[in-house]
């Protein structure tokens, strides 16, 4: 134990951690609470290093947004538009197999899809979109197959095929409404067109009176739940999100990782956290400014030492800048997300990021970190470890 976790007051934490024993919410109030940022991240990256050694990980991902046309009207949301305003849009299905097919051109691995609650597209495009994407994988080695309804997930390790990770628990309530079909039976459907993955976004913060603050009308917390719980037993993984740096407070963010390390110690089907701090420009929330950098690297921290039945957390650079996500490999974080190539919610709600990183950017900031670059797939698992 160092010198900062002793003098912290934090040490039975630490003591914890190392005994590979799980700290409760009183001790996870500790973290968010505390001032000592050195002595977190001494427990954190303990944490990180018990789980998964010296390496950290990114991926080659695209992130495409078939439309910004959405009937809800989140308040912190600032990428969704309604049909009269000038700057939604929407692309046709072959507009996005042409941006999938330079994607794969690029040595690209994943398509990040998601989009508004559209207005008047029908459950059939959905299921178009994935079949022509899931197309270009025709022919290519690895091609996954759907897996059985409750069947064990078969991870593979595609190199040179997009893998389709699409929409979040809200999206996929949307297309249950508009298939009228229960979710169970919707996801069945979108995975034989082709659908991989599920996307973590739109956890918000489960709370039900900050979600109502700043996500009214959205899915409740038990529905978002419900939906990564149903695509779990099908076999499918997913990623989960925090959105932080609003309006709640710390035993808000406490509340809401109870409620993920729960459900996955259910079905053990999240295969990575992802932390999103708040972005203030363009919406309606009363925030004059994004979460602190110590507050971040706090957040993280305290994710990574709670989350025990999580063995990836994802510095997510969009929202934190290069700069900071890198530090946060040093505060729980063993994941820098991906490449991205053109991102647009965050940029519209104010993020100063660039559109991309590129992956040997990538590498030099997990390099000068001090740990081994890991090329990852979606599920990050290794495709190539760059010693
Ligand atoms: S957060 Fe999603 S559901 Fe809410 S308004 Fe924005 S696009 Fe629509």
């Not at 505390?34 to 789980?51: P, Q, T, V, W």
């Not at 076999?235 to 808000?252: I, N, Q, W």
């Amino acid at each position: 134990m160092n010198f900062f976790v002793q003098r912290s007051g934090l040490g039975d934490l630490y003591d914890k951690v190392a005994a590979g024993q799980r700290v409760s919410e009183a001790d996870a109030l500790r973290l968010f609470e505390s001032k000592d940022l050195n002595a977190l991240g001494a427990i954190a990256d303990l944490a990180r290093e018990k789980k998964v050694g010296n390496r950290a990980s990114f991926i080659l991902n695209r992130y495409l947004n078939y439309s910004n046309y959405c009937i809800l009207s989140c308040q912190f949301c600032s990428f969704s538009r309604k049909k009269r305003d000038a700057d939604g849009f929407e692309l046709t299905i072959p507009q996005m197999v042409e941006k999938a097919r330079e994607a794969l051109k690029l040595g690209i691995t994943e398509l990040h899809i998601v989009g508004g609650l559209h207005p008047s597209l029908p459950f059939s495009h959905y299921v178009d979109m994935l079949k022509s994407l899931s197309a270009l994988n025709d022919g290519v080695a690895g091609r996954a197959e759907p897996c059985p309804p409750g069947g064990a997930h078969d991870p593979r390790h595609p190199t040179a095929r997009l893998h389709l990770k699409c929409f979040t628990a809200i999206e996929i309530l949307h297309l249950a409404w508009l298939a009228k079909k229960t979710v169970e039976q919707t996801l069945i459907e979108l995975k034989n067109a082709g659908l991989e993955s599920l996307t973590g976004g739109g956890a918000e913060i489960f709370q039900p009176a900050v979600r109502s603050a700043i996500a009214k009308g959205k899915e409740s917390a038990e529905e978002y739940l419900d939906v990564h719980r149903v695509w779990h037993r099908l076999g499918g993984r997913s990623t989960c999100t925090m959105l932080y740096g609003h309006v709640e407070k710390p035993a808000d963010r406490v509340d809401h990782l109870r409620q993920l390390r729960a459900l996955q110690d259910e079905t053990r089907g999240f295969v990575g956290f992802v932390a999103l701090p708040y972005q203030p420009e363009n919406n309606e929330i009363p925030v004059k400014a994004p979460p602190t950098g110590f507050d971040s690297l706090r957040t993280l921290a305290a994710s990574r030492i709670y989350l025990d039945n999580f063995d990836h957390i994802t510095a997510y650079w969009v929202g934190l800048g290069m700069k900071l996500a890198q530090i946060a490999l040093s505060y729980g974080a063993d994941d820098l997300h991906g490449t991205i190539l053109e991102e647009h919610i965050f940029h519209m709600a104010g993020a100063t990021s660039p559109q991309l990183q590129t992956e040997s950017d990538m590498i030099k900031a997990i390099r000068e970190a001090g740990r081994t670059p890991v090329q990852r797939n979606t599920f990050y698992e290794p495709i190539k470890v760059l010693d």
